[in-house]
């Protein structure tokens, strides 16, 4: 069965940084594309970040340019997100997910993390 | 910078069909945007629906469907269901800067 479990979510202040984590199993993590979307409170989905299956390339959106860093371990099965710089706008639910071939984006998901940005 | 646009808001009568669309900024959508459709219950992780235009996934009930139409990427639902109350995603391949791009959101309603 595949699973997906984000953790290192949590209240940070403005300004500051956070790492979120997300540890597979269940497939060969090493052959998946990745991918980070998030949701702020009440609003839709938003695509953050995605990275190679190989960690040699990485992609993210224009607002989090410059400040969040996607990237991954293979041999422990696991995804990260460092965030730095964050803002109150940052604040959502992010949530790790699975590619798989075809095109097919984020075709499972894990729970979910919540970050708040607040001071 | 690719705007997403998807109906803000939709009902349908259970046993009915009804299709939601997703338009790009920059012009038509077509099938090198890959669109991929997500269903979203309240307090739930969203759940991958269709792929790359048409294909479904192996959980995806086979009312759902997906296609181009008009110049936009569309989810149709026939014989709706009350279960498929939910709200609906859409996410395209814009390239570039922006990679991928999600729309608003359509919130189904089954009335």
């Known amino acids: 069965e595949v699973q997906l479990v984000e953790s290192g979510g949590g209240l940070v202040q403005p300004g500051g940084s956070l790492t979120l984590s997300c540890e597979a199993s269940?497939?060969?993590?090493?052959?998946?594309?990745m991918t980070w979307v998030r949701q702020a409170p009440g609003k839709g989905l938003e695509w953050v970040a995605n990275?190679?299956?190989?960690?040699?390339?990485?992609y993210c959106v224009d607002s989090v340019k410059g400040r969040f860093t996607i990237s991954r371990d293979n041999a422990k099965n696991s995804l990260y997100l460092q965030m730095t710089s964050l803002r109150a706008e940052d604040t959502a639910v992010y949530y790790c997910a699975r590619d798989q071939t075809g095109w097919a984006v984020a075709a499972g998901w894990g729970q979910g993390t919540l970050v708040t940005v607040s001071s | 910078q690719t705007v997403v646009t998807q109906e803000p808001s939709l009902t349908v009568s259970p046993g009915g069909t009804v299709t939601l669309t997703c338009a790009s900024s920059?012009?038509?959508?077509?099938?090198?945007?890959?669109p991929n459709w997500f269903q979203q219950k309240p307090g739930q992780a969203p759940r991958a629906l269709i792929y790359?235009?048409?294909n479904k996934h192996s959980w995806t009930p086979a009312r759902f469907s997906g296609s181009l139409l008009g110049g936009k990427a569309a989810l149709t639902l026939s014989g709706v269901q009350p279960e498929d109350e939910a709200e609906y995603f859409c996410?395209?391949?814009?390239?570039?800067?922006?990679?991928?791009?999600f729309g608003g959101g359509t919130k189904l309603t089954v009335l």
């Open positions: 990275i190679k299956p190989d960690g040699s390339g990485t």
């Open positions: 996410l395209l391949y814009c390239g570039g800067y922006q990679h991928w791009v």
């Open positions: 790359s235009t048409t």
């Open positions: 920059t012009g038509p959508v077509t099938s090198g945007y890959y």
């Open positions: 269940g497939f060969t993590f090493s052959a998946n594309w």
